[in-house]
């Protein structure tokens, strides 16, 4: 079945450093890939998304670009700020994002410090 | 404003005493899920719907129950709680599509002693 491994934390980084957060898939299909981030106290929020193959999802400063080759969707931002501390979370949809709903890795918690 | 709403947000109840979390969206969006998230093993999928009357089995869906009787509800319905039972509960509703992004409510903490 469908998994998704992301790098678990917590990451802590400090205030302007630069941030990579691993992501790696095992899906049958063709996927879209997401980042979801979860803020203290909020539900899940949609960070960026990509849908095929060297498409860049970007959103706030953060990028990620679907890498068939490696099976790989991971997060970068350049200069990280405190209030970018919350738990991320990699998915991919197999079949359309509607039935099925998303496949979930476990979430990094990252930590921003001043 | 579009949002998805979960009441209650936290929860303390009894080993089995019949429970309802609702869950209420107000996007028409056709599909709808209940995910769990627990530590060290992120979301889960419990139940899903893809319109009235149609709901299916996730990946967890033992001990729960839902129903869609209308097109902006999602109820899901904890018969008789056990204590593995105990987390934090989300909502979800999407149109469908393989782009499509979920939106999610803003969760509920269950606790079941």
């Known amino acids: 079945g469908d998994s998704v491994t992301q790098m678990e934390g917590p990451v802590t980084l400090s205030e302007e450093a630069f941030l990579t957060i691993n992501c790696t898939y095992t899906a049958t299909g063709y996927p879209s890939l997401f980042w979801y981030v979860q803020y203290p106290g909020e539900g899940l929020q949609l960070l960026l998304k990509?849908?095929?193959?060297?498409d860049k999802g970007s959103n706030k400063g953060f990028e990620a670009t679907y890498r068939k080759e490696t099976t790989s969707f991971h997060l970068e931002k350049g200069s990280v700020q405190v209030s970018d501390s919350a738990v991320y979370f990699c998915?991919?949809?197999?079949?359309?994002?509607?039935?099925?709903?998303?496949?979930f890795g476990k979430g990094t918690h990252l930590i921003i410090q001043p | 404003e579009a949002q998805v709403t979960q009441n209650p947000r936290y929860l303390i109840t009894v080993t089995g005493k019949k429970l309802t979390v609702t869950c209420s969206q107000n996007m028409n969006h056709e599909y709808m899920s209940w995910y769990r998230q627990d530590p060290g093993l992120g979301l889960r999928q419990i139940y899903y719907?893809?319109?009235?009357?149609?709901?299916d089995k996730g990946d967890v869906p033992e001990g729960y129950k839902v129903s869609r009787k209308e097109k902006r509800n999602f109820p899901l319905i904890l018969e008789s709680p056990s204590p593995n039972q105990t987390s934090l509960y989300f909502c979800?509703?999407?149109?469908?599509?393989?782009?499509?992004?979920?939106?999610f409510g803003p969760g509920t903490r269950l606790t079941v002693l």
């Open positions: 990509a849908t095929k193959a060297d």
């Open positions: 719907s893809m319109n009235v009357e149609v709901t």
């Open positions: 998915a991919l949809s197999d079949l359309g994002g509607g039935a099925d709903g998303l496949t």
């Open positions: 979800a509703s999407n149109w469908g599509g393989f782009d499509n992004e979920q939106f």
